[in-house]
């Protein structure tokens, strides 16, 4: 039996025992701790490599950044854009455990609202943390936000989980043209933007607008786009009539509540009597639109390179997204790889947003953890639990509203360096070991290996300063100072 | 030599009566409140001819859950009963069909627009009480100027020397694992003040707080004046700003945030989905006056939302996004116990407005402004509202 037939079938006895000692064991055996050496960066301007990781994944796990090394960013994106080729056993040891998120939508209401709340949060959060297909998570956050559900909106806590494997898990690193259709009749967004009960059943029905607005202004076009009210008005009329059907499991058309006219939108004439493919005329519209391909670009670059991202890096996006019509993956690749991505006036310019704080705090420390209620509770404090954003727009992607979260993360960086957020476990003295820090001349290494560079004079003064009464050797004053690295400037971006 | 007299007689003054500082609360009502089923328009027809399922009836005496009659042509929803008694004393100004020149329809491009105090395309980076604490941060340079309650700062402070986003005052504290937080809090500052720019001025903007609510904290609040605030997290917010204003820290300014306004779907009546959130509206606001009674000659406060919705009903028995709301404000500066502007009419054939959406007569930036002037007593309008002609409301007392 090799190692990686023995981890699975460890993982197939684990997830049913669900013992969590047991798993944590496991996880450290085989690879999911820290490894023995660590070489953190040695110089006082941000490595690239660390650079590349920070952007495509939640965070480096203690050994990213030699993995990287060893085998250069583009095989290591290479191997990160073909996520089913990468094994997740370990992640799934955790992750896999919550029965409701392996539902289909319709078992799901048989289940009470706040185990279906605390298994889908669960989920998201340990598999940001553990799995190692990096790119894959941060892209499904990506997508979670663009195609935001609100689950304490109607009947959307039953339909999220369904949405969160069907539409944004299957998808996210696929096509743009099937995310969006998976998107517009998932049963989720049906309920969340009232597209189950758009219909002209009656001469004087007049169409719900909701899901139409939001299609061409968040999903597609963005607002400035080129579209009209009277487009959104259309659009909605051509998507008239789609439902779910609870018992029945599955998403149906009735034409009964479709409005049968001829539309016009954006310029296309859809004849009369369209039907149900009155959708994929709309789609194919909207996603051929050149305004999505910039908008989506647009989107992804102030995501992965600045907050304000070079034109011309969009434009040359953008082209690659209407040539491969809508591949995400090529997309990405071109990103990643082009020379935007790496001007160093970009770098470490974006802040991290309460959950990444958090997931990448997590994985710098090789943490165990089972993401229970306290572990939670800090993301409530900073506004950004997964799903509980109220608007279609999703968790804004930008530094402004979450500046008023510092104190939470300030309290977070201490909590989590003293090992007092239950259910969550670090071990610090084994990492400082891993660096090989023997006394406090040495804490530019542990500082370097949460933010990719060499203190600043200025930065070293006050750690030295802070450590200066203390002995290294004492445990609350390790605590204290990986605290304070947490709660530094410089691990508030990336 | 103006200006420097001006500053003089406004020091004396605060000396004379040691009154703290003005405080504004603006609460933003998210998602485009129905304001037509707020005061309802009973005198109109066409009112009950567009809404046949979800229109509120007229008042009628000595009926429990009747709306209430505040003149001939309008009534309260009964859900707004708790405010009754404010209109009449004529504290509680309502001002109708106000609104932004935004045709977009989009809940996030009307509510940018409202909070940045702009026109449409009028792109100005800032918000316009971070613009108004700005311009006006005179003697409150040390103080909580402003709190924004609940989790992310709303842009309508979007440039403000300092902002501070809370939910209770409570656990506003640093834990560190030796129980030292003083020598961590002393780092942490020193690492904020390395560089200036905008996260390290939250940094240190945090630990101000920090040191203030740690004083505020020693004793345990209790509400005067039977105040009964709902138990739901906007009682919470207000209880906690009513506390900040009663701690006299300067504070200018408070956001709070009340969402589910956005009601496409099943919208209800007297009672249902938008009659729950009205209800809580009026308890939460209700109480905080009650609590506030000490301090009404320094407190206003004003409800607002990005857009109202349209005159006639869905298929789905809700609202879609229309035009012009209806504007309330509370305080003693406030021309109340009327509404104020005409009553547009229901008929609305200009498609620019959008199909069916309230005509706007008023520009809510003339209602602002009258705040700004005769309540806060801040006069550079036109830095505010760069480009924009206040138009003459009197919506408060000069």
């Given at each position: 039996?090799?190692?990686?037939?023995?981890?699975?079938?460890?993982?197939?006895?684990?997830?049913?025992?669900?013992?969590?000692?047991?798993?944590?064991?496991?996880?450290?055996?085989?690879?999911?701790?820290?490894?023995?050496?660590?070489?953190?960066?040695?110089?006082?301007?941000?490595?690239?490599?660390?650079?590349?990781?920070?952007?495509?994944?939640?965070?480096?796990?203690?050994?990213?950044?030699?993995?990287?090394?060893?085998?250069?960013?583009?095989?290591?994106?290479?191997?990160?854009?073909?996520?089913?080729?990468?094994?997740?056993?370990?992640?799934?040891?955790?992750?896999?455990?919550?029965?409701?998120?392996?539902?289909?939508?319709?078992?799901?209401?048989?289940?009470?609202?706040?185990?279906?709340?605390?298994?889908?949060?669960?989920?998201?959060?340990?598999?940001?943390?553990?799995?190692?297909?990096?790119?894959?998570?941060?892209?499904?956050?990506?997508?979670?936000?663009?195609?935001?559900?609100?689950?304490?909106?109607?009947?959307?806590?039953?339909?999220?989980?369904?949405?969160?494997?069907?539409?944004?898990?299957?998808?996210?690193?696929?096509?743009?043209?099937?995310?969006?259709?998976?998107?517009?009749?998932?049963?989720?967004?049906?309920?969340?933007?009232?597209?189950?009960?758009?219909?002209?059943?009656?001469?004087?029905?007049?169409?719900?607008?909701?899901?139409?607005?939001?299609?061409?202004?968040?999903?597609?076009?963005?607002?400035?786009?080129?579209?009209?009210?009277?487009?959104?008005?259309?659009?909605?009329?051509?998507?008239?009539?789609?439902?779910?059907?609870?018992?029945?499991?599955?998403?149906?058309?009735?034409?009964?509540?479709?409005?049968?006219?001829?539309?016009?939108?954006?310029?296309?004439?859809?004849?009369?009597?369209?039907?149900?493919?009155?959708?994929?005329?709309?789609?194919?519209?909207?996603?051929?639109?050149?305004?999505?391909?910039?908008?989506?670009?647009?989107?992804?670059?102030?995501?992965?390179?600045?907050?304000?991202?070079?034109?011309?890096?969009?434009?040359?996006?953008?082209?690659?997204?209407?040539?491969?019509?809508?591949?995400?993956?090529?997309?990405?690749?071109?990103?990643?790889?082009?020379?935007?991505?790496?001007?160093?006036?970009?770098?470490?310019?974006?802040?991290?947003?309460?959950?990444?704080?958090?997931?990448?705090?997590?994985r710098f420390l090789a943490a165990d953890t089972y993401a229970r209620r306290p572990q939670i509770n800090y993301l409530e404090r900073m506004g950004q639990v997964p799903f509980q954003y109220p608007t279609p727009d999703g968790y804004p992607d930008e530094m402004q509203p979450w500046l008023g979260t510092l104190l939470w993360r300030w309290n977070f960086a201490h909590a989590v360096a003293a090992n007092k957020v239950s259910g969550t476990r670090i071990h610090l003295r084994k990492l400082l070991k891993s660096l090989n820090i023997n006394d406090k001349e040495q804490v530019t290494k542990v500082i370097a290996h949460f933010i990719g560079r060499l203190p600043t004079p200025q930065e070293q003064q006050i750690f030295a300063e802070y450590m200066n009464d203390k002995d290294m050797k004492k445990a609350t004053n390790?605590?204290?100072?990986?605290?304070?690295?947490?709660?530094?400037?410089?691990?508030?971006?990336? | 030599?103006?200006?420097?007299?001006?500053?003089?007689?406004?020091?004396?003054?605060?000396?004379?009566?040691?009154?703290?500082?003005?405080?504004?609360?603006?609460?933003?009502?998210?998602?485009?409140?129905?304001?037509?089923?707020?005061?309802?328009?009973?005198?109109?027809?066409?009112?009950?001819?567009?809404?046949?399922?979800?229109?509120?009836?007229?008042?009628?005496?000595?009926?429990?859950?009747?709306?209430?009659?505040?003149?001939?042509?309008?009534?309260?929803?009964?859900?707004?009963?708790?405010?009754?008694?404010?209109?009449?004393?004529?504290?509680?100004?309502?001002?109708?069909?106000?609104?932004?020149?935004?045709?977009?329809?989009?809940?996030?491009?009307?509510?940018?627009?409202?909070?940045?105090?702009?026109?449409?395309?009028?792109?100005?980076?800032?918000?316009?009480?971070?613009?108004?604490?700005?311009?006006?941060?005179?003697?409150?340079?040390?103080?909580?100027?402003?709190?924004?309650?609940?989790?992310?700062?709303?842009?309508?402070?979007?440039?403000?020397?300092?902002?501070?986003?809370?939910?209770?005052?409570?656990?506003?504290?640093?834990?560190?694992?030796?129980?030292?937080?003083?020598?961590?809090?002393?780092?942490?500052?020193?690492?904020?003040?390395?560089?200036?720019?905008?996260?390290?001025?939250?940094?240190?903007?945090?630990?101000?707080?920090?040191?203030?609510?740690?004083?505020?904290?020693?004793?345990?609040?209790?509400?005067?004046?039977?105040?009964?605030?709902?138990?739901?997290?906007?009682?919470?917010?207000?209880?906690?700003?009513?506390?900040?204003?009663?701690?006299?820290?300067?504070?200018?300014?408070?956001?709070?945030?009340?969402?589910?306004?956005?009601?496409?779907?099943?919208?209800?009546?007297?009672?249902?989905?938008?009659?729950?959130?009205?209800?809580?509206?009026?308890?939460?606001?209700?109480?905080?006056?009650?609590?506030?009674?000490?301090?009404?000659?320094?407190?206003?406060?004003?409800?607002?939302?990005?857009?109202?919705?349209?005159?006639?009903?869905?298929?789905?028995?809700?609202?879609?996004?229309?035009?012009?709301?209806?504007?309330?404000?509370?305080?003693?500066?406030?021309?109340?116990?009327?509404?104020?502007?005409?009553?547009?009419?229901?008929?609305?054939?200009?498609?620019?407005?959008?199909?069916?959406?309230?005509?706007?007569?008023?520009?809510?930036?003339?209602?602002?402004?009258?705040?700004?002037?005769?309540?806060?007593?801040?006069?550079?309008?036109?830095?505010?509202?760069?480009?924009?002609?206040?138009?003459?409301?009197?919506?408060?007392?000069?």
């Open positions: 039996m090799n190692r990686r037939d023995f981890v699975k079938v460890m993982a197939g006895t684990l997830s049913l025992c669900g013992c969590n000692d047991m798993i944590s064991a496991v996880s450290k055996q085989f690879g999911q701790g820290i490894p023995k050496t660590l070489t953190p960066a040695q110089q006082s301007t941000l490595d690239k490599d660390f650079h590349f990781l920070s952007r495509t994944t939640y965070g480096l796990w203690p050994g990213d950044l030699e993995k990287v090394k060893n085998m250069g960013r583009k095989a290591w994106l290479e191997k990160q854009l073909q996520p089913q080729n990468i094994n997740d056993t370990l992640c799934d040891l955790r992750a896999r455990r919550f029965e409701t998120i392996h539902h289909h939508f319709s078992t799901c209401y048989e289940y009470k609202k706040k185990t279906l709340r605390s298994e889908m949060v669960k989920h998201t959060l340990l598999r940001a943390i553990y799995s190692r297909r990096q790119l894959f998570e941060v892209m499904v956050g990506f997508w979670s936000d663009h195609f935001n559900i609100h689950i304490e909106k109607a009947d959307c806590i039953y339909l999220k989980a369904t949405d969160d494997r069907e539409v944004i898990r299957k998808h996210a690193l696929g096509n743009f043209r099937d995310l969006i259709r998976a998107s517009a009749i998932s049963p989720a967004m049906l309920v969340y933007l009232d597209g189950k009960s758009n219909k002209k059943q009656k001469p004087q029905d007049i169409p719900n607008e909701n899901y139409a607005r939001e299609l061409l202004e968040l999903h597609t076009l963005g607002v400035y786009g080129g579209y009209t009210q009277k487009d959104v008005f259309e659009v909605a009329r051509a998507l008239t009539g789609w439902r779910y059907h609870r018992r029945k499991r599955d998403v149906f058309f009735n034409v009964h509540l479709h409005d049968q006219g001829q539309k016009t939108i954006l310029g296309h004439t859809l004849p009369a009597n369209g039907g149900k493919e009155d959708l994929e005329r709309v789609l194919d519209i909207v996603c051929n639109h050149p305004s999505t391909a910039s908008y989506i670009c647009y989107k992804l670059a102030k995501r992965f390179v600045a907050p304000k991202p070079p034109k011309q890096l969009v434009t040359n996006m953008s082209k690659v997204f209407s040539d491969t019509k809508g591949d995400i993956k090529a997309v990405l690749r071109y990103l990643f790889l082009s020379e935007e991505f790496y001007n160093p006036t970009f770098f470490a310019q974006k802040f991290k947003r309460p959950f990444h704080f958090i997931v990448s705090s997590l390790q605590q204290e100072l990986l605290g304070l690295i947490l709660c530094s400037p410089a691990f508030q971006r990336y | 030599m103006d200006i420097l007299r001006q500053g003089f007689l406004r020091k004396l003054l605060f000396a004379k009566n040691k009154e703290q500082s003005t405080t504004l609360v603006c609460v933003f009502l998210r998602g485009g409140a129905d304001t037509l089923n707020f005061v309802v328009p009973y005198g109109d027809d066409d009112y009950y001819r567009l809404r046949p399922s979800i229109h509120i009836a007229a008042p009628k005496n000595n009926k429990r859950e009747s709306s209430i009659r505040l003149d001939d042509f309008y009534a309260f929803h009964p859900k707004l009963s708790p405010l009754y008694p404010l209109f009449e004393e004529g504290r509680l100004g309502i001002v109708q069909a106000v609104g932004s020149d935004n045709t977009s329809g989009s809940h996030f491009e009307a509510q940018d627009q409202m909070e940045h105090g702009s026109s449409q395309h009028q792109l100005l980076g800032s918000g316009w009480l971070g613009r108004h604490l700005r311009l006006h941060n005179n003697e409150h340079k040390k103080a909580i100027s402003a709190v924004a309650m609940g989790t992310t700062i709303p842009e309508s402070l979007r440039g403000a020397p300092n902002i501070n986003v809370i939910q209770s005052l409570s656990d506003l504290k640093i834990h560190t694992a030796s129980g030292n937080s003083q020598s961590a809090r002393d780092a942490i500052a020193k690492m904020y003040g390395i560089q200036s720019n905008i996260l390290n001025q939250h940094g240190q903007d945090t630990l101000g707080l920090l040191q203030k609510i740690e004083n505020l904290q020693k004793s345990e609040y209790r509400p005067e004046n039977n105040a009964n605030y709902p138990q739901n997290s906007f009682g919470n917010e207000l209880r906690e700003v009513a506390r900040l204003i009663k701690g006299q820290l300067g504070l200018q300014v408070a956001c709070i945030d009340l969402g589910g306004w956005d009601t496409h779907f099943f919208q209800g009546q007297e009672n249902g989905l938008q009659a729950g959130n009205i209800d809580t509206l009026a308890k939460g606001l209700a109480a905080f006056d009650a609590d506030l009674h000490r301090y009404k000659n320094s407190v206003t406060t004003v409800v607002m939302t990005e857009f109202g919705r349209r005159v006639y009903e869905n298929s789905s028995m809700g609202t879609d996004h229309g035009r012009a709301f209806t504007f309330f404000a509370l305080g003693n500066k406030i021309n109340g116990g009327q509404v104020l502007g005409k009553w547009p009419g229901l008929k609305n054939d200009n498609d620019e407005e959008g199909p069916g959406g309230l005509k706007v007569q008023y520009d809510y930036r003339s209602l602002l402004s009258e705040i700004l002037l005769d309540v806060l007593n801040n006069r550079q309008i036109a830095k505010i509202f760069p480009n924009f002609r206040p138009q003459k409301i009197g919506l408060t007392k000069r």
